[in-house]
């Protein structure tokens, strides 16, 4: 069965509602709507519908998430805060947290926000979004389930860490990079999985250290420690991995120690005799102010010109066009924004299961039709 076309509408109507039917406030159902969407909006089909049964509706059953959302401050300054969110949506956790070093950062200059006891937050670079948007620099990061291998290693110790950097330009779209620091995600094997593809060699190392292909495979393996993702730059020293294993680590320590949380081996989501547990991610956002140097619309002036001229360099053989960071997903938005979301077969059937389970009668699918 090929991918079908949802519209948008229907596809965040569905959503928001099934967010709703198993517990969570509708207007936290919206901002988990919304984030969980905008993976589909920049073509990082990962993160998106393809994650929405699994890694939410699911961990919300078994009682590993908690679908309403306690955002605590532990402990604030005028600049910094630090938040428990004990287990609650991680998209309404880091929507509230990016608001809040947004809101410093108005203020002072500059903000951070560092959060303990989150869940799965969606792409990161739905908040550098929301902090260009409002004229800001901002970094933000999460820890994850144990996955990648450091360098000369086999054994999965950090998560996928995404290092995710964003700011405004004076184009259409905002510099936002937006990437983890293994060289492939989970969540994209579980893509190829779903699509009964490989996974490229090169980019997970078994027990034995020689790479693994089979996609379902290692989807097993990595919850059972006989495969790692190899880092940023690939398995050993040839290609740098050691840069992304480096980057990795950053995260890992900024996503744990400033809000003195979780790290590496606590974060398998899997009790001693086997058991789902709540996984108690940590989260940190940054937020600096534009406006507190040399000024929003000189920046944005300059970082687009820079963009415009990376763009604009001599190209390699046989290549259309060079691009910059943010781009591509602009683009893909321009093509989908007046169609809907692609569904493929394995998505479309958990979405028809998810509305039969709770009584979403109202809901027709396309791919019923």
């Given amino acids: 069965m090929p991918k079908v076309i949802l519209d948008w509408k229907t596809a965040e109507s569905f959503i928001t509602d099934t967010f709703i039917k198993v517990g969570v406030p509708q207007e936290d159902a919206k901002i988990c709507t919304d984030v969980l969407l905008e993976s589909d909006r920049r073509g990082i089909e990962s993160h998106g519908c393809n994650r ?7 961990r919300i059953k078994a009682g590993i998430q908690n679908p309403v959302t306690n955002f605590e401050i532990v402990k604030q300054t005028p600049t910094t805060a630090v938040i ?3 287990d609650g949506m991680g998209q309404v ?3 509230k947290s990016m608001k809040m070093a947004i809101e410093k950062a108005k203020k002072y200059g500059m903000g951070m926000v560092a959060v303990r006891n989150s869940c799965h937050y969606g792409i990161a670079g739905y908040y550098s979004t929301m902090a260009a948007k409002e004229g800001m620099i901002s970094f933000n990061g999460t820890n994850a389930r144990p996955s990648i291998a450091p360098t000369f290693g086999v054994e999965n110790m950090l998560g996928t860490n995404p290092l995710t950097i964003g700011f405004p330009t004076d184009e259409e779209f905002p510099f936002v990079l937006d990437c983890a620091t293994s060289i492939i995600q989970r969540g994209r094997i579980e893509y190829y999985d ?13 027990a034995d250290g020689h790479t693994k292909t089979d996609s379902k495979q290692i989807l097993i393996d990595l919850n059972t420690g006989d495969a790692a993702l190899a880092p940023l730059g690939g398995i050993g020293e040839e290609f740098a991995g050691y840069k992304g294993y480096g980057y990795a680590t950053v995260v890992e320590v900024l996503s744990a120690a400033l809000q003195a949380g979780n790290y590496l081996k606590m974060l398998t989501g899997i009790g001693e005799n086997g058991e789902k547990k709540k996984f108690h991610l940590g989260h ?6 534009t406006k507190a140097f040399m000024g929003l619309d000189s920046f944005k002036k300059t970082a687009g010109d820079i963009m415009r001229e990376l763009r604009a360099s001599r190209k390699a053989p046989g290549e259309e066009r060079i ?16 169609s809907g979301v692609p569904i493929n077969e394995a998505v479309q059937k958990e979405m028809s299961q998810v509305r039969d389970d709770l009584g979403l009668t109202q809901y027709v699918f396309p791919w019923e039709k």
Avoid: C, N
């Avoid at 691009?323 to 007046?338: I, M, S």
């Fill in 52 to 58: 929405f049964k699994p890694i939410y509706i699911d």
């Fill in 323 to 338: 691009y910059t960071a943010g781009e591509k997903e602009y683009l893909v938005w321009q093509e989908r924004k007046d």
């Fill in 84 to 86: 428990d969110g004990h």
């Fill in 194 to 206: 779903r699509e009964g593809r490989s996974t490229p060699q090169g980019m997970v190392i078994g």
């Fill in 93 to 95: 956790i880091g929507y």
């Fill in 284 to 289: 940190f956002f940054i937020a600096i102010d």
